[in-house]
């Protein structure tokens, strides 16, 4: 179980976007949570991704079919949950799936795939029955439809290699690190890609170190 370092993010989730447009109502809960998850302090995590999840809410109400917000409210809900830890956050992301459930919906491929990272991500770090909806073989289906749909991306390729890593796949792990390290940069997410570069090194170093 691996709640603690949920960043959906999802929470990010999270996330694969690289040379399209976003919509303004999802890029303005995008940019809150680069700044949330990268350029807050540890100890304030918690609280700005409370308060974030409370103004992403308020954004889906307004609009309640559009599936760039229901992806970047689930990644915000899931990074919340990483940050909350223990059994408190197990209906955050619950309801981070359920949201990704419903953009799957409407429209599956949004976000560059988007909505498959984050469901991989989930699958393999969420616990498993009675307590929650892990399932390992969901993830690995999930993570391989977001690299299907975005190859090269920076998370689709993180994602899979902390699962091989936690899979004790410690080669898989090292090669999809490596493509991580290599994806070209997302335009207006340099926040972004700099922590995940962070977060890909410190991952590849452990999966290097057991290699045989």
Do not use: H
Not at 85 to 97: E, F, M, R, T, Y
């Amino acid at each position: 179980m691996k709640l603690s370092t949920l960043i959906f993010a999802i929470a990010t989730l999270l996330l694969s976007q690289s040379s399209f447009a976003i919509g303004e109502a999802a890029k303005s809960l995008q940019q809150q949570w680069d700044i949330a998850k990268y350029q807050t302090d540890k100890d304030q995590r918690e609280k700005a991704f409370e308060s974030l999840a409370k103004e992403a809410k308020a954004v889906e109400l307004k609009n309640p079919n559009n599936a760039e917000v229901l992806v970047w409210e689930a990644i915000i809900l899931s990074t919340y949950a990483g940050e909350k830890g223990g059994l408190g956050a197990l209906s955050l992301v619950k309801d981070a799936k359920a949201l990704l459930d419903r953009a799957e919906k409407i429209d599956p491929d949004t976000l560059n795939g988007s909505i498959y990272t984050s469901l991989g991500s989930l699958y393999y770090q969420v616990p498993g029955w009675p307590l929650g909806f892990g399932d390992d073989e969901m993830a690995d289906t999930y993570l391989k439809k977001a690299l299907a749909l975005n190859p090269d991306g920076i998370d689709p390729n993180y994602f899979y290699g902390d699962f091989m890593l936690e899979e004790g796949e410690y080669q898989k792990a090292v090669e999809a690190f490596e493509k991580a390290l290599a994806a070209p940069p997302r335009p207006g997410r340099a926040i972004a890609d700099a922590g995940r570069k962070e977060e890909i090194n410190a991952a590849l170093a452990e999966a290097v170190s057991n290699l045989p």
